[in-house]
């Protein structure tokens, strides 16, 4: 079975600074896709930033990026130039290509500092 | 376009009891997945209905099911209601185009409170 392993509970950034969010999953699976999940505190979980698991390019949105790392089965999440909108919860989640279910980790629980 | 709706936002019950939860998935979206989300378990995938038919389950026990409507909209139910049911449930929606995935959309949630 697949797991999505997300080992910091909370972390802080300083306003303007960079912050990485790690992210391990294990799967058996050649083709999947990774997600970053964002979840304000009592708002809606928005989608963050997506990877499929066959392209070796790492994906980039804006400020946010991720470090797609296959062979160690690693998906971690770089923000930078930190604000403070971007307080949440970032849940990591794993979907194997085809199944529509998707595996979410525990969560980071990110808070910046102004 | 209006987003996932779902209703109640806020539910209190006893133990033993059965509660029913709604979805409202994106007008022209047709699946409708279901989460249990907990401070201790995170996310928790509950099951997934495409064009009302069941494509996935989770691993939750049969007091958990669902369904889905000709018009997408879908619901839970969890019967005999116990204290660990307590919990965020979301629902999430998304177009399905069989491209292999697609970004889910969520809900604000339903709040369930069992005492």
């Known amino acids: 079975a697949q797991t999505v392993t997300q080992s910091q509970p909370e972390m802080s950034v300083q306003e303007a600074e960079t912050v990485t969010l790690s992210c391990t999953y294990d799967?058996?699976?050649?083709?999947?896709?990774l997600f970053w999940y964002k979840q304000p505190p009592s708002r809606q979980m928005i989608l963050v930033i997506r990877?499929?698991?066959?392209?070796?390019q790492n994906a980039t949105e804006n400020r946010f990026s991720v470090n797609f790392q296959k062979a160690a089965k690693s998906f971690s999440l770089k923000i930078s130039d930190s604000q403070l909108g971007d307080a949440a919860m970032y849940f990591c989640?794993?979907?194997?290509?085809?199944?529509?279910?998707?595996?979410f980790g525990t969560g980071t629980r990110l808070k910046v500092l102004a | 376009k209006a987003g996932v709706t779902q209703t109640p936002r806020y539910l209190i019950k006893t133990r033993g009891q059965q509660v029913t939860l709604s979805c409202s998935p994106i007008?022209?979206?047709?699946?409708v997945s279901w989460y249990q989300q907990t401070p201790g378990q995170g996310l928790q995938f509950l099951f997934e209905?495409?064009?009302?038919?069941?494509?996935n389950k989770g691993n939750f026990p049969g007091r958990f099911s669902g369904r889905q409507f000709s018009n997408s909209r879908s619901e839970m139910n969890v019967s005999t209601l116990e204290l660990g049911d307590s919990a965020l449930y979301l629902c999430?929606?998304?177009?399905?185009?069989?491209?292999?995935?697609?970004?889910?959309?969520f809900g604000p949630g339903t709040r369930l409170t069992v005492t």
């Open positions: 999430a929606s998304s177009v399905t185009l069989g491209l292999g995935s697609d970004e889910q959309y």
């Open positions: 799967t058996s699976e050649s083709d999947y896709y």
């Open positions: 007008s022209g979206h047709r699946s």
């Open positions: 989640a794993y979907q194997t290509s085809g199944t529509y279910k998707y595996i």
């Open positions: 209905y495409f064009s009302e038919t069941q494509r």
């Open positions: 990877q499929e698991a066959y392209k070796q």
